[in-house]
């Protein structure tokens, strides 16, 4: 199983431990990191996959910035959809892979860093969910050269 | 001069915004929301919304979250229109009265 699939199956095994309803908040927040790290992971492997010496991905994924990552993300996901029936599919998946990751991205960092935050375990099935589903539609549209763009942004460059 | 979104700008507003947002999806047991700066410092909008116990069963959830998050996105816009970036916390009701977390009202 690849990197990136191993955490999303890390992430909802911590948030099953101590059912029904007695979650230890250790194990919630570090399910919601995880999830986070899957899309990570899953974005900045694909993006090294256009590299071509295939000995240098493993450093080329580890050039990617999360703040850019972030700003790339955002502006990605406030551009108008495109009206052609075709592109708008591709789009919607393109969008719901951006959202997810400012949004992800900001529950890693509460998970890692706010102890003053309380954790329910519905708060991080839904964002194991939300990776997941923007894990399927990254997939989905991985060739189209939308994705492509979005996964060369992602490193910051203009 | 730095950039002051029309969320912060326009706190009013905003709020007679939120306000008729109501009536809310189904499921939807009480919503909140606070505008601050997101982890960046981007300025953000946070939704804290308490779900029935039907609502938030695995099942259905992510059914559940999709449909309230496209109401509130499509009413409100807050990217858009309000320069804030939207994040959705869901919890329920059962979570809620044993957490008590403030912020989920």
């Given at each position: 199983m690849a990197y990136h699939d191993d955490l999303i199956a890390h992430a909802i095994f911590l948030s099953q431990l101590d059912l029904p309803d007695d979650p230890k908040q250790v194990d919630l927040r570090r399910a919601v990191s995880a999830a986070y790290y899957g899309l990570f992971h899953l974005l900045t492997t694909e993006a090294a996959q256009n590299w071509r010496h295939q000995s240098q991905r493993n450093r080329f994924a580890r050039m990617f910035d999360h703040g850019r990552m972030k700003t790339c993300s955002s502006k990605a996901s406030s551009r108008p959809l495109p009206t052609d029936p075709v592109e708008v599919l591709i789009a919607t998946d393109l969008k719901l892979v951006a959202d997810s990751f400012v949004t992800l991205q900001q529950a890693r960092h509460a998970a890692d860093y706010d102890n003053s935050k309380v954790w329910s375990r519905t708060q991080v099935y839904e964002t194991i969910v939300q990776a997941q589903d923007a894990m399927t539609a990254g997939m989905a549209i991985r060739e189209k050269e939308i994705a492509q763009d979005y996964l060369f942004d992602l490193m910051g460059t203009r | 001069m730095p950039y002051l979104p029309?969320?912060?700008?326009?706190?009013?507003?905003?709020?007679?915004?939120?306000?008729?947002?109501?009536?809310?999806?189904?499921?939807?047991?009480?919503?909140?929301?606070?505008?601050?700066?997101?982890?960046?410092?981007?300025?953000?909008?946070?939704?804290?919304?308490?779900?029935?116990?039907?609502?938030?069963?695995?099942?259905?959830?992510?059914?559940?979250?999709?449909?309230?998050?496209?109401?509130?996105?499509?009413?409100?816009?807050?990217?858009?229109?309000?320069?804030?970036?939207?994040y959705f916390n869901f919890r329920s009701q059962s979570e809620q009265a044993k957490l008590k977390e403030e912020v989920f009202g």
């Amino acid at each position: 199983m690849a990197y990136h699939d191993d955490l999303i199956a890390h992430a909802i095994f911590l948030s099953q431990l101590d059912l029904p309803d007695d979650p230890k908040q250790v194990d919630l927040r570090r399910a919601v990191s995880a999830a986070y790290y899957g899309l990570f992971h899953l974005l900045t492997t694909e993006a090294a996959q256009n590299w071509r010496h295939q000995s240098q991905r493993n450093r080329f994924a580890r050039m990617f910035d999360h703040g850019r990552m972030k700003t790339c993300s955002s502006k990605a996901s406030s551009r108008p959809l495109p009206t052609d029936p075709v592109e708008v599919l591709i789009a919607t998946d393109l969008k719901l892979v951006a959202d997810s990751f400012v949004t992800l991205q900001q529950a890693r960092h509460a998970a890692d860093y706010d102890n003053s935050k309380v954790w329910s375990r519905t708060q991080v099935y839904e964002t194991i969910v939300q990776a997941q589903d923007a894990m399927t539609a990254g997939m989905a549209i991985r060739e189209k050269e939308i994705a492509q763009d979005y996964l060369f942004d992602l490193m910051g460059t203009r | 001069m730095p950039y002051l979104p029309r969320g912060v700008a326009q706190p009013t507003e905003l709020i007679q915004h939120l306000n008729a947002l109501a009536p809310f999806p189904p499921g939807v047991v009480n919503l909140r929301s606070t505008v601050e700066d997101d982890w960046s410092g981007d300025p953000a909008i946070f939704f804290w919304i308490t779900l029935s116990d039907e609502a938030a069963h695995p099942p259905i959830l992510s059914q559940t979250t999709r449909r309230i998050t496209n109401f509130i996105t499509q009413q409100l816009d807050p990217a858009g229109q309000w320069g804030l970036i939207p994040y959705f916390n869901f919890r329920s009701q059962s979570e809620q009265a044993k957490l008590k977390e403030e912020v989920f009202g």
